[in-house]
């Protein structure tokens, strides 16, 4: 009966010494887990305080209170006469203001990002872009059906959106666009109303490597 008592407890006390062993093991191991953790978090965030530094900002001004065109219910018309549209509602101007510090440049880029409440087909639609240039618009890119990109950019410009121009700056200046759009002279409409709109679209890059 003493024998039995004895290997109980005997068999009971190296159960604690296991159960406790364990509890050292992971305290252990969450103590390493918590170590690890800290110190990856330490670096990610040096690496990131490093990459935010900038010496250059560049900022976009547009001149309406919408950033975008819409055409709804508008006849087919030549290219030569969608390129002169001049009623407020027919083009949309808008600038690109670069301010810059240092020794950097920015890569930019406009793009047209369609509505998806659009009816029209993309192949219904001409988009038209100039750029000022000393007083007077000249052609940036000549009437093109709405072309989406298969794959997004460099820059940043997404997939499905209509890259209309690509520059580079190097020094403070304001450039000033206008995006006209309209119905392409092929397309036949039936009687119900359709519509199609875009909204512009500006991503840009400080290139500190200049």
């Known amino acids: ?26 305290f252990i191991f969450i103590i390493m887990v918590i170590g ?12 990131k305080s490093i990459n935010t530094i900038s010496t250059g900002n560049i900022y976009l001004n547009y001149t309406e209170d919408t950033n975008g065109i819409n055409i709804t219910n508008a006849y087919p ?14 083009y949309f101007d808008f ?9 950097v440049s920015a890569n930019y880029e406009v793009s047209a990002e369609k509505e998806a409440s659009s009816t029209l087909d993309n192949d219904e639609v001409k988009l038209y872009l100039e750029k000022k240039v000393n007083d ?55 009687d119900l109303e359709k519509s199609f709109g875009v909204r512009v679209s500006i991503k840009a890059k400080i290139d500190l490597e200049k």
């Open 36 to 47: 690890i953790s800290m110190a990856t978090f330490t670096y990610t965030k040096e690496n």
């Open 77 to 90: 018309m030549a290219d030569e006469v969608g390129k002169t549209l001049t009623n407020e509602d027919q």
């Open 95 to 103: 600038t690109v203001e670069a301010s810059l510090e240092g020794d």
């Open 136 to 190: 007077s618009y000249q052609e940036v890119m000549a009437p093109k059906h709405f072309t989406p990109l298969k794959e997004s950019t460099n820059l940043g410009t997404m997939a499905g959106a209509m890259l209309l121009d690509s520059d580079n700056i190097q020094e403070d200046s304001i450039i000033s666009y206008r995006l006209r759009m309209w119905v392409a002279d092929d397309t036949i409409l039936g």
């Open 1 to 26: 009966m003493d024998n039995k008592n004895y290997n109980d407890e005997l068999i009971k006390k190296e159960s604690n010494n296991k159960v406790f062993i364990i509890i050292i093991c992971l």
